[in-house]
């Protein structure tokens, strides 16, 4: 039996997020009981402890139960290290975070299990390319002003751009952003969907991701991204588009501007997506890494 460790709100349609995905796509795959806190995980059991949850209790809680964490993210905070270190195992949603972590805790028994993406069809795309989409909760993390900034130096061109992600989590932030980007808030699985579906260009300003889903699901049909070259995103990425320096509105904004008023360009990319979607794998292969990683340890 596998138990799983995971935040309250994973389910919340107003909070989406790539971690909570996850979770619930591991919990599924490998029928683990749920639990939101270790306290009620059964004694001599092996559990899954997502690494929000992940706080100093955990130390002691080794002596009781055998645990595993899932870094989405790392914290770096004073007990981080020694956490790791208590659990039986580590795994990392990409290998960006892992060599982090083993350089910084010179930890042992790291596993990566990277994201997984549903197939999707082909979205079709524009003649003109202008239809640029960016995902992501509307915060400064997700680089959304950089992405506001970048588009002004492109004002001249034919394009727009909607941001899909949740407002509530910095409100005043999303708030002061300029209406260049036209916020939808979150959306359901189906309106993602469609707007994927009706995307010409993933644009990912952030800075900082350990892996980028949306990076993959943009490509998962055909989609182009231009990202900020920051954690795991190369690895999400692959050869399916283009990397720029995070904080960098004018590169960003040249990277866009190529992408705009070259056709031979935006083919070019678009064949490269279409390449690196041949090579993306389900969730099935992730729950089989999360799996071996747990038996490894167990």
Not at 51 to 80: C, I, K, M, Q
Request: aromatic share 6%; charged share 20%; hydrophobic share 45%.
């Amino acid at each position: 039996m596998i138990h799983l460790v995971r935040p309250v709100g994973v389910d919340d349609p107003e909070r989406p997020s790539g971690g909570n995905v996850y979770d619930r796509r591991i919990a599924s795959a490998l029928g683990a009981v749920e639990h939101t806190s270790v306290a009620t995980v059964p004694s001599g059991e092996l559990a899954l402890v997502d690494g929000l949850l992940a706080s100093p209790a955990l130390v002691p809680e080794s002596a009781r139960v055998r645990f595993v964490v899932l870094v989405h993210t790392p914290r770096w905070t004073w007990w981080e290290g020694p956490v790791l270190e208590a659990a039986a195992g580590v795994v990392t949603t990409s290998r960006w975070t892992r060599d982090r972590l083993v350089e910084r805790y010179g930890l042992g028994r790291v596993f990566v299990a990277e994201p997984g993406v549903d197939p999707a069809p082909v979205a079709p795309g524009s003649p003109s390319g202008g239809a640029l989409l960016s995902v992501g909760a509307v915060t400064p993390l997700k680089g959304y002003d950089v992405l506001a900034a970048a588009l002004r130096r492109i004002v001249g061109l034919e394009w727009s751009c909607r941001g899909v992600g949740s407002t509530a989590i910095e409100p005043e932030f999303a708030a002061a952003l300029p209406p260049t980007v036209r916020l939808t808030g979150a959306l359901t699985r189906a309106e993602l969907d469609a707007t994927y579906a009706e995307a010409d260009l993933l644009v990912l300003a952030s800075r900082a991701e350990t892996y980028g889903m949306v990076v993959t699901e943009a490509l998962a049909r055909g989609v182009p991204v231009v990202a900020s070259d920051v954690g795991g995103v190369r690895e999400a990425l692959g050869d399916g588009g283009v990397l720029v320096p995070p904080g960098d509105a004018d590169a960003l904004a040249d990277a866009l501007r190529t992408w705009l008023t070259s056709a031979a360009h935006r083919e070019s990319l678009r064949a490269a997506a279409r390449a690196r979607r041949a090579e993306l794998t389900g969730w099935d292969r992730t729950a089989d890494l999360v799996r071996a990683a747990l038996e490894a340890v167990g």
